[in-house]
């Protein structure tokens, strides 16, 4: 049994080499035909060709775009940059073919760094212009290679003294669920974030925008990472936030009687609405409504334009309705109404209990 197991094995081997010499003996005989050497030959030269072509390209003068990174430095430790710290000029270059390769694919071009007070012009602003690029960039240059041109005007940055005030982020743009679904709640994480920039900047600043946002379709809650709107005059911290877009389904609810009460009422007078209660009508989400009492509405009438107007029906309107609903109307924007004296409603009532006494 073991004889055997040998003897297949060595007959496999063989089998193996015969196909391995066969494969190496159809691969020369491919190579070195007639036709394929006379292939072979041609390519050689080819290639040959390129490599001095090359040569030559690279031993001309041409001019080349290089990109170069500029950093500000040396910071002090209570300055903010609202810009960039870090920003990319284009120059264009003349030298050997060479020598520009090894701009392009090597790290000879090294980082521009300007030391952040030698170049500021007024308090928040920094500039450096064409000439001082070009000046720094030629430093840093082998004595063979010149700029032909300076494709960046010049750089400027903003700075805040440390100055800074906390302002509420507001999402932008247009986030819509399918129907019957709204936006019941929008939720931010953190809900407000650090402005840093000049005063007279900071005082304009109310609230932060996002970038905006453009979402549709969509049942259950949302939530996105937005970045926030950013100017070179200032800067947030931090600079993106997490929004929740909470959903509901909507319905059409109402709470019946509401009392209509009275304002700006002067002392001894008495207003009376006919009817003296109504109804409120409004939309909002399932979850939502759960939550809502009558209480949270108020109707009032207005004896200050009763006494300008002297209508013959009194205009009332919604005073207090709570968060999370729309669309509120009521039963009837207008009533009857009765203007007494308390004098007068204290005497009625003091007749009225003396007439049932006298009854009894």
Known sequence: MGVESKISTTKTGTKQVKDYKGIAQTIRNFLFSKTNKEFLVFMFFLALSGIFWL??????????EVRIPVRIVNIPDNVVLTSNEADTIVVVLRDKGLVLAGYKFSNRMQTIKLRFREYIKRDGYGMVTVAELQKLITANLPASTSITEIKTELIEFYYSNGKSKRVPVKWTGQVTPELPYFI???????????????EEKLDSIINIGTMPLNRSDFRDSLVVTANLQNDKDFKTVPDKVTIKFLTDILTEESFDNIPVKAINLPKGKTLRTFPAKVSVHFITGVNRYK?????????????????????????????KAPKGISRTSLSVSK????????????????????????EQ
């Open 55 to 64: 040569l030559m390209a690279l031993n001309e003068t041409l001019e080349k």
């Open 184 to 198: 019941s709640e929008v939720l931010y994480y953190p809900d407000s974030v650090d402005v840093y920039a000049q």
């Open 291 to 319: 939550e809502i009492k009558p209480s949270d509405f108020s109707v009032v009438a207005d004896f200050n334009e009763i006494a300008a107007l002297h209508p013959d029906k009194c205009t009332i309107s919604l005073a």
């Open 335 to 358: 009533v009857d109404y009765l203007i007494e004296d308390e004098a007068e409603i204290t005497e009625d009532t003091t007749t009225v209990a003396s007439t049932e006494s006298e």
